[in-house]
């Protein structure tokens, strides 16, 4: 049984930092494409970051380009996002997703983790 397990939200204050991470079990996690997404009340899940399962290529969303960095530990399953400069706009629900190989810049995703809560205080 596949679970990922989100860890690291909570409140911070716009300018400050968080990081994120997503623990990976029941699956050959080196084989898979590890994605970031966010949903914030009353809008739609958006993309955030992914990582390819190589390790070698990364997408980030134009929203938080330069801010958030996505990066993976293959030997502790675990993918993370360090969310840097953070707006009062990034408050969401933060998801991570994985699908086995696949390009980085594809929108879907076999797994899904629970979500961690990030708010952003101005």
């Known amino acids: 049984q596949v679970q990922l397990v989100e860890s690291g939200g909570g409140l911070a204050q716009a300018g400050g930092s968080l990081g994120l991470s997503c623990a990976a079990s029941g699956l050959t996690f080196s084989m898979y494409t590890l994605g970031w997404f966010r949903q914030a009340p009353g809008k739609e899940r958006e993309f955030v970051a992914a990582?390819?399962?190589?390790?070698?290529?990364?997408y980030v969303a134009d929203s938080v380009k330069g801010r958030f960095t996505i990066s993976r530990d293959n030997a502790k399953s675990t993918v993370y996002l360090q969310m840097n400069s953070l707006k009062p706009e990034d408050t969401a629900l933060y998801y991570c997703a994985a699908r086995v190989r696949g390009a980085v810049t594809s929108s879907s995703y076999s797994y899904w983790g629970q979500g961690t809560q990030v708010t952003v205080s101005s």
């Open positions: 990582i390819s399962w190589t390790g070698g290529s990364t």
